[in-house]
């Protein structure tokens, strides 16, 4: 088979200028074999004789490899062999590297055969062992591997072609159409031949390989399309987001790409006006995969008063963080807030201070700071939480009150506050920075050691 690459290490050596990397447990796997078998020495000259054809079929692909610059490369391991390269090929090199291993078995098994008709080649014994084996390996096996599944090389030749064709959808083509055949050949085995377990199980793991391969390329896939959509999402093209996320949300993907996606695809719906779309798109999803801030966002817009309500003490309790695009959409009236903050108030100090903190931070994003320090001041009281501290300073910051901003600060220090660069850096603490109160409180905060 031909690769881009080998992984693991194994046992090295040379043969004309190749590197040929052999892994151990191949020989630990023979030599089990041959105890458990009836005929030790049978079984041995079998397992030489093919691994004499692997070498010849991965040499093949080598020599091909050399003829376009490259410098080859061949691991042999349980499954057969795989021989690599650095260096691009267009398709139709690549199609030539790929059919040059089987090519080199034909070579072998038809010239074997010769000789074996030719009444050249013992017929019993182990060199009868020996022929046979180098006849089923270089030409069934050879036939074999022509089958448009991957790894086998049959499926490299599909791809070269469908890649080339077809682009990003011939690539995952190729490797649904290797699923397809090899489901297919490893029942096929399974129903006409009593001793085809073996070749099913291989089969049934190179679909299973093939079949990660798929799903790991489209979360990558995924990654991509998310990064283009954010980028949509800065430059107001929220149209462009919808058909972005659209896509994306079609391929394979994971639990936390879904929310990402379902996010940026909410923000955006809900910018062009369109709150009943983009609640018919969540409604029926779990939780976790609809986003908590985007669920909330849309209940602002599309609810009744109470399950606005709702969604937003949900949101609060979930830790979930703030999410650009949909915050915006989701406000506190200042009436409701000590009634809000109550009703986060509960047994587990940490997640109440958690719940709290998401609806102070959510106040001072609006601009309403007095109920942001009305917030902060329940945090304060709960658990004296130092962040809460910090915020209600920088709210005081925002109201021009610097008095009661070094007084929280004081007591943000007092309380465990330690991040001495945020104080520092922090654009809305900059007024703060002039005064000899604040330098004495930075000077009881240890510099940061690099």
Not at 22 to 29: G, K, Q, R
Not at 236 to 261: C, E, M, Y
Request: proline letters at 4%; hydrophobic letters at 50%.
């Amino acid at each position: 088979m031909m690769g881009k690459s080998a992984q693991g290490r194994g046992l090295r050596f040379n043969m004309f200028d190749v590197t040929v990397t052999f892994d151990p447990l191949m020989l630990v796997f023979v030599v089990a074999i041959s105890f458990a078998s009836g005929d030790r020495a049978a079984t041995l000259v079998a397992f030489s004789a093919l691994f004499f054809s692997v070498l010849v079929h991965e040499f093949g692909h080598a020599i091909a490899f050399a003829r376009h610059g490259m410098r080859p490369e061949i691991r042999l391991h349980m499954f057969g062999g795989v021989t690599y390269a650095q260096g691009g090929l267009d398709w139709k090199q690549r199609i030539g590297v790929s059919l040059a291993g089987p090519a080199a078995g034909f070579v072998l098994g038809f010239s074997v055969l010769g000789l074996e008709s030719a009444g050249m080649t013992p017929e019993f014994g182990l060199g009868g062992v020996a022929v046979r084996m180098l006849v089923f390996a270089n030409l069934i096996w050879g036939l074999v591997n022509l089958l448009p599944m991957l790894p086998l090389d049959g499926g490299h030749v599909v791809e070269a072609v469908l890649v080339h064709t077809r682009g990003e959808a011939g690539w995952k083509a190729t490797r649904y159409i290797s699923i397809f055949v090899g489901v297919t050949a490893a029942l096929a085995v399974l129903a006409l031949s009593d001793r085809g377990q073996i070749a099913a199980l291989i089969a049934a793991y190179f679909t299973f390989s093939t079949w990660k391969e798929l799903g790991a390329r489209s979360e990558g896939r995924v990654n991509e399309l998310l990064g283009q959509a954010r980028a949509a999402q800065r430059s107001g093209n929220h149209p462009a987001v919808i058909q972005i996320t659209f896509d994306a949300l079609g391929l394979k993907h994971s639990k936390d790409q879904a929310r990402w996606l379902r996010a940026i695809r909410t923000a955006s719906l809900l910018e062009l006006g369109r709150a009943e779309q983009a609640r018919q798109e969540l409604v029926g999803l779990p939780r976790a995969t609809r986003g908590f801030w985007a669920w909330a966002a849309v209940e602002q817009v599309t609810g009744t008063p109470e399950d606005a309500r709702a969604a937003l003490i949900e949101l609060l309790r979930s830790g979930e963080p703030m999410w650009p695009g949909l915050w915006e959409h989701v406000t506190v009236d200042p009436a409701a807030v000590d009634a809000i903050a109550d009703e986060l108030i509960g047994d587990q100090p940490t997640l109440t201070v958690q719940a709290l903190d998401t609806l102070q931070r959510l106040q001072g994003r609006h601009g309403d700071h007095l109920s942001s320090i009305q917030v902060g001041v329940h945090a304060w009281d709960v658990a004296r939480s130092p962040q809460a501290a910090v915020e209600i300073a920088c709210s005081y910051v925002r109201l021009d009150n610097r008095n009661a901003a070094q007084t929280w600060l004081e007591r943000a220090v007092a309380a465990g506050f330690d991040d001495r660069d945020l104080l520092m850096s922090d654009p809305v603490l900059a007024p703060m920075r002039d005064s000899e109160a604040f330098q004495q409180l930075l000077r009881e905060i240890p510099a940061t050691e690099t």
